[in-house]
């Protein structure tokens, strides 16, 4: 362990106020060795940190029974089975509004995987669970969900939307080419 890491850990007890099990979580899952690297030199540089930075990947999700997951649905049940673990994991600013939130585009509904509210950056947050590797037409669908929250859900008062797409595997290019600075794609572990 390097003194940024350990750096980390110390601003982590300070800020967050976490417990020591916390903690002993965060160390355990080499939660600043999965955060993004850009993260790490903004840490060092003490420069302002954005939403994206704070998000590990890949994303630790705990099983908690034998499932096989051969669906998103069986992925949504597996994190709402421990949803605070799970959003533990990308942050302790997260807020649950809930999961297959439903909205209607035209005259049809649709529903978002999970809508979450974080705190600490003031805005919603839209993920989208995908068990497949991130794909561009995953980045239009998100678009579409942040884009409905911010003209339908959001206060006047509120940063716009973030989305996260928790995928199997993902792909640097499509996200490089991606219009929106605000779409996220972390890839999943289970573990």
Do not use: W
């Not at 998000?55 to 605070?84: A, Y």
């Not at 991130?134 to 859900?153: F, S």
Request: charged letters at 30%; aromatic letters at 10%; proline letters at 2%.
């Amino acid at each position: 362990m390097d003194y940024r890491s350990i750096n980390y850990y110390i601003q982590i007890i300070i800020n967050k106020h976490i417990s020591v099990r916390e903690l002993e979580y965060k160390l355990k899952s080499n939660e600043f060795e999965r955060l993004p690297l850009e993260f790490r030199n903004k840490l060092i540089k003490e420069e302002q940190v954005e939403i994206e930075d704070l998000v590990p990947n890949p994303i630790l999700i705990r099983k908690g029974n034998n499932n096989e997951i051969l669906s998103e649905k069986v992925l949504k049940r597996i994190i709402l089975e421990d949803i605070e673990k799970f959003m533990n994991e990308l942050g302790n600013s997260f807020c649950f509004i809930g999961s297959e939130y439903k909205i209607k585009l035209g005259n049809t509904y649709n529903y978002i995987d999970l809508l979450l509210f974080n705190i600490e950056f003031n805005c919603y947050v839209v993920v989208e669970l995908k068990i497949t590797e991130l794909k561009k037409e995953h980045i239009g669908q998100i678009q579409v969900y942040m884009n409905y929250c911010d003209d339908n859900i959001k206060k006047i008062t509120q940063n716009k939307t973030i989305g996260i797409i928790i995928c199997k595997q993902d792909n640097k290019y499509i996200i490089k080419y991606c219009s929106d600075d605000k779409v996220i794609a972390r890839k999943y572990q289970i573990v």
